[in-house]
């Protein structure tokens, strides 16, 4: 039991850095990730990591493959097209996905440009993300501070936020918080995602940020219940997936995300909250 | 009458001299390709200044994932010679000739060489040709001796420069050779071995006895598993693997994470498909192989 559970632990370091690792970034994103799934944005990952490509790029052509300039030029980018598009579809009749995805596809195609007008040909988001298998000082600093971050600031822009998902017509009567707090709650999107990327690779930030929100969504009804559930389910997958990747030689991100969609797969079926078994099984009507 | 019999006779000096005049002009250069910055060091040196050559992949760049620009087709349209390695490295070589038209003659560098296998990074288990076989000077020498012979196919008129620059330049590479080879007898002979993330040294381990072990699985394209780096880690520790090297192309913190965590030490940067720029270490051949023995020696000896 002990060989099977906890010795790839103590016998490597760099297992234990990545459990550590995934853990900060379960409780960085998960919380983010449910109020992503509320307000119908759970594809922002995906656009967001192929958008931030013209910001590596421009940080590539001045300071060459320095991880900090693509880092950095990447977090530049991505809050400009996430709180422009945001600002977009706020003042425009256009919806966030789509000003989003127009954002996001010009970012692509610019950055593919700038690219490509440099000459080589590495692949500069290839070097940019990172593997759950690698992460030293400086990337465990940074994820650990992001989720610290994100939970001062969640916490701080946390009932207008709350509001908004829910009934943004009665908060825009009684308060001006709205705007300003989703603008706030995608800039902490951003940084998550950036982050993870360059920590633990777009595979695991993304879908340890989506996957377990939706998951949640089946055992709870409450946003505070999702959240505790979301950041469970998060770090049980980072740690049954570690352990797949290690026992049967399985890539590590793939692994994570395979058992935290597993974990999905029998909430559909099982899950008190509108499960699927739930729907089918014969109800009482409520009776006085 | 007399300025129309004066510009007549202008008009007819001129021409007289006309080709006195051409002959000021230099003969044009052999306009030639040459796919990777390698190649195009090995050309140069052979070709001198009666050749042109242009590099398609860069210094620092991936021959094998290359993509070819629209430059990339008219420069060969343009080209009397292509010069590519063969041997697998240039998946897109082919369809690349064939969409620029031009007659443009193919010289196969590697024509001769005796090749070994590798396992293929995309497909693990399966063998496929190793087409590194430049990291021997052995190999190098018989690369040269095609590019000579394809120099004098396409321009019989410098077959004499050829055969003086080709002889000059293996002169060069037996030199290399003999420098290659005391490097490598310096190091210990249980401490000849390393760790490098590129299949890429396979000619050189061959032809100098030392071992090159990658770790498996970790490639530029597939993800590693936690029990490939484990395994990585308990070798480097069973075998008492001294150094562990990193690759000019591709990201390092996997390596640097396998080193702090079994003590190894972690080598300069090798140059295996590339050359550096030309202020860098490895910017020909014969500097590239110098810049890598320097490295193993640092790394290996004592």
Known sequence: ?288 | MLTRRMIAAAVFAFTIAAPALAQDKPPEKLKTVATFSILGDLVKNVGGDRVEVTTLVGPNGDAHVYSPTPADVQTISHARLVFINGLGLEGWMTRLVAAAGGNAATVTASTGVKTLRMEDENKPGHMITDPHAWQSVANAKIYVANIRDGLIKADPAGKSVYEANAKSYLAQLDDLQAEVKSAVAKIPAERRRIITTHDAFGYFGAAYGMAFISPEGVSTETEASAKDVAKIIDQIRKQKIPAVFMENISDSRLMQQIARETGAKIGGTLYSDALSKADGPAATYIDMMRNNIRQFGAALVG
């Open chain 1, 1 to 288: 039991m002990y060989a099977l559970l906890i010795a790839p632990f103590s016998d490597y370091e760099f297992m234990r850095r990545a459990l550590a690792g995934i853990f900060a970034l379960s409780i960085g994103a998960a919380p983010i990730g449910v109020l992503l799934m509320l307000r119908r944005m759970s594809l922002i990952g995906d656009a967001m990591a192929h958008a931030i490509l013209p910001g590596a790029a421009i940080g590539f052509l001045f300071a060459g493959l320095s991880l900090f300039a693509l880092a950095g030029g990447g977090l530049i980018a991505g809050f400009v097209i996430a709180l422009g598009a945001g600002v977009l579809a706020r003042l425009t009749q256009v919806k966030e996905d789509a000003s989003l995805a127009a954002f996001f596809l010009i970012s692509l195609a610019l950055g593919v440009t700038i690219v490509s007008m440099r000459g080589t040909n590495v692949d500069l988001l290839h070097f940019l993300f990172g593997s759950a298998l690698a992460v030293d000082d400086p990337t465990l600093l940074l994820i650990v501070s992001i989720a610290s971050l994100s939970q001062i600031i969640l916490a701080l822009i946390w009932r207008p936020l709350v509001l908004e998902c829910v009934d943004p017509g009665f908060l825009r009567s009684v308060s001006r918080a709205g705007g300003p707090a989703h603008i706030v709650f995608l800039a902490l999107v951003v940084m998550n995602l950036v982050g993870g990327f360059l920590a633990l690779g777009t595979l695991l930030a993304v879908g340890l940020m989506m996957l377990p929100a939706v998951t949640a969504r089946f055992w709870a009804r409450d946003i505070s219940s999702m959240i505790v559930i979301a950041c469970g389910c998060a770090a049980v997958s980072g740690y049954a997936g570690l352990l797949a990747s290690y026992h049967a030689n399985l890539p590590s991100g793939p692994a994570v995300i395979l058992v935290a969609g597993v974990l999905y797969a029998v909430s559909v079926i099982v899950g008190p909250v509108g499960g699927l078994i739930w729907l089918r099984a014969p109800r009482r009507h409520l009776e006085a």
